[in-house]
């Protein structure tokens, strides 16, 4: 095996400059001509957008809730075949997960999975020899993670960079590898409780990614993140159950994307065209009609601020109408469920008419309504599974549905083994009209094999 390097970058919480680390390296790494590819921890989409926005190589989502370790490990292998540097950017802080257990969806545990080692980020301001009693308890708590290297975020002055340095070293007994100075021309933009999606910035940030890999350049000894992260051996995984590469063959796919919906995991993608389907972009926004095709595909997105733009495409909808009344399977998830509604409350407290394949209206408020990861079990059949199975998949949401129609899906959340109860963990949701399914629900596709044959075989009936 070509030798290849992969870390997680894990911070000790959520804000202390991961993502803005992360963009910093991989652009870096670029520069000295490695084959970066870029993934996140978890089921973010807009961190894995700004990665793409530095690269121009699409992130990968490693999702341990939705993906069973074999599939997980051989999408991280498919992903690594022609690259040379694996820059993961872990979720939370590195022994957070999904309950209590550090080793459930947790950075620390997908690090242990993917046999690779962890480069710890720490906050230098406002302290001294303190900081290496947190490193020190970093590295205690789980030994099996292989903490290879730590940087400094936010320090400003060489000096007091270089006892931060000396502490942890010589309390610890681990390199420094460099620190990040307070840099307060790199900000992204945020937006509810994450950052803006990346989409159409790209150009926006090239003298922000210029400058920022430049200095991780001059600060931080990438040499040494190098040699310390060298892979041994990709992990062993499994997808080969999970299409038949023939299922799809002469099916297109029409795919929404544009500013307003390109919420999408990339192997979600991958999948289908290794099903043999032919994948078709097109913007609800811009076009007037929809390509020829026997499925649709509307993925999440920000909607609401495009609502107006959307209302006035007076021609897509009745595309999406027509499509629908022929029985081409449509499905669509988050901000295509607020799409495919009869209507749209902005956050102005203004009402736009949507398409209405689903009967209700999604209507914007001001805290989030839904959020995390949930099992949702089919009440009914529906184009993905049948009544009784079950997927896993994430939500987050500032929008609420309001609607008389039936849903489709029991909802639940567990933790630590446990179901959980109440309003906000146990829920009715995902709505079905014909062949045309929405919901808030984000899934991954690769989470059991089988899971797109429903859809692909309603699709081959419109062949």
Same mark, same amino acid.
């Given at each position: 095996m070509q030798q290849k390097y992969a870390f997680v970058i894990a911070g000790t919480g959520s804000g202390c400059g991961k993502t803005t680390v992360a963009l910093g390296i991989m652009r870096a790494l670029m520069n000295r001509q490695l084959r970066i590819q870029p993934f996140k921890v978890g089921p973010d989409y807009l961190d894995g957008g700004w990665h793409y926005a530095v690269t121009g190589i699409v992130s990968r989502n490693l999702d341990a809730f939705m993906l069973p370790v074999p599939i997980l490990n051989n999408l991280f292998n498919q992903a690594m075949?022609?690259?040379?540097?694996?820059?993961?950017?872990?979720?939370? /802080?590195?022994?957070?997960?999904?309950?209590?257990?550090?080793?459930?969806?947790?950075?620390?545990?997908?690090?242990?999975?993917?046999?690779?080692?962890?480069?710890?980020?720490?906050d230098g301001k406002a302290v001294s020899t303190s900081i290496a009693a947190t490193v020190m308890g970093f590295q205690q708590f789980d030994p099996a993670v292989k903490i290879a290297g730590v940087l400094i975020n936010r320090v400003n002055r060489e000096s007091h960079f270089q006892l931060?340095?000396?502490?942890?070293?010589?309390?610890?007994?681990?390199?420094?590898?460099?620190?990040?100075?307070?840099?307060?021309?790199?900000?992204?933009?945020?937006r509810h409780l994450g950052l803006i999606s990346a989409q159409g910035r790209d150009s926006q940030y090239d003298?922000?990614?210029?400058?920022?890999?430049?200095?991780?350049?001059?600060?931080?000894?990438?040499?040494?993140?190098?040699?310390?992260?060298?892979?041994?051996?990709l992990?062993?995984?499994?997808?080969?159950?999970?299409?038949?590469?023939?299922?799809?063959?002469?099916?297109?796919?029409?795919?929404?994307?544009?500013?307003?919906?390109?919420?999408?995991?990339?192997?979600?993608?991958?999948?289908?065209?290794?099903? /043999?389907?032919?994948?078709?972009? &097109?913007?609800?926004?811009?076009?007037?009609?929809?390509?020829?095709?026997?499925?649709?595909?509307?993925?999440?997105?920000?909607?609401?601020?495009?609502?107006?733009?959307?209302?006035?495409?007076?021609?897509?909808?009745?595309?999406l109408r027509q499509a629908h009344q022929k029985g081409i399977p449509i499905y669509a998830e988050c901000g295509g469920l607020m799409y495919l509604g009869e209507a749209l409350t902005d956050v102005d407290g203004v009402r736009h008419n949507m398409v209405g394949l689903i009967a209700g209206e999604s209507q914007m408020r001001e805290s989030l309504q839904r959020f995390g990861y949930c099992e949702a079990t089919a009440m009914y059949d529906t184009p993905l599974i049948?009544?009784?199975?079950?997927?896993?998949?994430?939500? &987050?949401?500032?929008?609420?549905?309001?609607?008389?129609?039936?849903?489709?899906?029991?909802?639940?959340?567990?933790?630590?083994?446990?179901?959980?109860?109440?309003?906000?963990?146990?829920?009715?949701? /995902?709505?079905?009209?014909?062949?045309?399914?929405? /919901?808030?629900?984000?899934?991954?596709?690769?989470?059991?094999?089988?899971?797109?044959?429903?859809?692909?075989?309603?699709?081959?009936?419109?062949l």
């Amino acid at each position: 095996m070509q030798q290849k390097y992969a870390f997680v970058i894990a911070g000790t919480g959520s804000g202390c400059g991961k993502t803005t680390v992360a963009l910093g390296i991989m652009r870096a790494l670029m520069n000295r001509q490695l084959r970066i590819q870029p993934f996140k921890v978890g089921p973010d989409y807009l961190d894995g957008g700004w990665h793409y926005a530095v690269t121009g190589i699409v992130s990968r989502n490693l999702d341990a809730f939705m993906l069973p370790v074999p599939i997980l490990n051989n999408l991280f292998n498919q992903a690594m075949r022609d690259k040379d540097v694996a820059v993961i950017e872990g979720v939370m /802080g590195l022994y957070d997960g999904y309950g209590t257990d550090p080793d459930y969806c947790s950075s620390s545990a997908m690090a242990k999975q993917l046999g690779c080692p962890v480069i710890l980020l720490v906050d230098g301001k406002a302290v001294s020899t303190s900081i290496a009693a947190t490193v020190m308890g970093f590295q205690q708590f789980d030994p099996a993670v292989k903490i290879a290297g730590v940087l400094i975020n936010r320090v400003n002055r060489e000096s007091h960079f270089q006892l931060l340095k000396q502490v942890i070293e010589h309390y610890c007994g681990i390199p420094v590898l460099g620190h990040i100075p307070v840099m307060p021309d790199i900000t992204l933009p945020s937006r509810h409780l994450g950052l803006i999606s990346a989409q159409g910035r790209d150009s926006q940030y090239d003298e922000c990614w210029s400058h920022l890999a430049g200095q991780i350049e001059a600060s931080v000894d990438l040499a040494q993140l190098l040699a310390l992260t060298q892979l041994s051996a990709l992990p062993e995984g499994n997808t080969d159950s999970l299409v038949d590469p023939a299922m799809g063959q002469g099916l297109t796919m029409a795919l929404a994307e544009d500013e307003a919906f390109h919420f999408y995991y990339p192997d979600n993608l991958w999948l289908l065209e290794k099903a /043999g389907v032919t994948i078709t972009r &097109f913007s609800p926004l811009h076009d007037h009609q929809l390509p020829e095709c026997q499925m649709i595909y509307l993925g999440g997105g920000y909607p609401e601020i495009y609502a107006q733009a959307l209302a006035a495409n007076h021609t897509m909808y009745a595309a999406l109408r027509q499509a629908h009344q022929k029985g081409i399977p449509i499905y669509a998830e988050c901000g295509g469920l607020m799409y495919l509604g009869e209507a749209l409350t902005d956050v102005d407290g203004v009402r736009h008419n949507m398409v209405g394949l689903i009967a209700g209206e999604s209507q914007m408020r001001e805290s989030l309504q839904r959020f995390g990861y949930c099992e949702a079990t089919a009440m009914y059949d529906t184009p993905l599974i049948a009544k009784g199975e079950t997927l896993r998949g994430h939500e &987050f949401h500032y929008s609420d549905f309001v609607t008389t129609q039936p849903p489709v899906f029991q909802c639940v959340k567990w933790r630590d083994g446990l179901r959980q109860e109440g309003i906000q963990k146990s829920w009715l949701g /995902g709505y079905q009209s014909g062949n045309t399914l929405a /919901g808030y629900l984000h899934i991954h596709f690769a989470q059991c094999p089988g899971l797109l044959h429903r859809w692909l075989m309603l699709a081959r009936r419109r062949l």
